[in-house]
């Protein structure tokens, strides 16, 4: 089983970057998808998430109408799109899974982490 982000880098302040999260090892279809980051001396915070159940998304106030997260299970992959970045989005973003379920939001329960990929955002 495997979680891999990429996609991260350096943007400078209103750019934009598209993270990449791809599984292997499971099939995809069967997990409800989250984002987090974490940055430096800060605790990781859920940003996004994807049901597998319906596509229902949910996001962090602060990336509302900013952050686009997708889905593509015919290419195991799970997208976050990042426009109109900002330096307090600088964080190192991990992306996880848990087996599909409901009765709470997609990004509590996650069994199997990946490790992360770096986004900075400064001039």
């Known amino acids: 089983v495997q979680l891999q982000a990429s996609g991260g880098g350096l943007v400078q302040p209103g750019g934009s970057l598209r993270l990449s999260c791809a599984a292997s090892g499971f099939t995809l279809d069967r997990y409800d998808i989250g984002w987090f980051r974490q940055a430096p001396g800060k605790q990781r915070e859920a940003v996004s998430c994807?049901?597998?159940?319906?596509?229902?998304?949910v996001y962090i106030e602060s990336v509302k109408a900013r952050f686009t997260i997708s889905r593509d299970n015919a290419k195991n992959t799970v997208y976050l799109q990042m426009n109109s970045l900002k330096p307090e989005d600088t964080a190192v973003y991990y992306c996880?899974?848990?087996?599909?379920?409901?009765?709470?939001?997609?990004?509590?329960?996650?069994?199997?982490w990946g490790k992360g990929t770096q986004v900075t955002v400064s001039s």
């Open positions: 994807v049901s597998s159940r319906d596509g229902s998304t």
């Open positions: 996880a899974r848990r087996p599909s379920a409901s009765g709470s939001k997609c990004w509590y329960g996650m069994d199997y």
